[in-house]
């Protein structure tokens, strides 16, 4: 479940670790979920600085996906 977040390196490193362990991968993009969480909570991180909260969310929405 690729993230803006997510680099090439992490993405191919778990299409990898997949392969290897005989997994079959399905790709969710959830940059649209994110941007939509940004939306929702934009009131709520105005003014501060982007970091750990924002990017808990991701996990959020991996887990609930």
Do not use: K, V, W
């Not at 392969?19 to 079959?24: E, T, W, Y």
């Not at 934009?42 to 991996?62: K, P, V, Y």
């Amino acid at each position: 479940m690729p993230s803006p977040y997510s680099s090439d390196h992490s993405i191919a490193d778990a299409l990898e670790l997949a392969q290897n362990l005989g997994i079959q991968t399905h790709t969710l993009a959830i940059g649209e979920l994110m941007q939509s969480y940004d939306l929702s909570l934009g009131d709520l991180f105005a003014g501060t600085t982007f970091g750990l909260a924002e990017e808990n969310i991701q996990s959020r929405i991996r887990g609930t996906c």
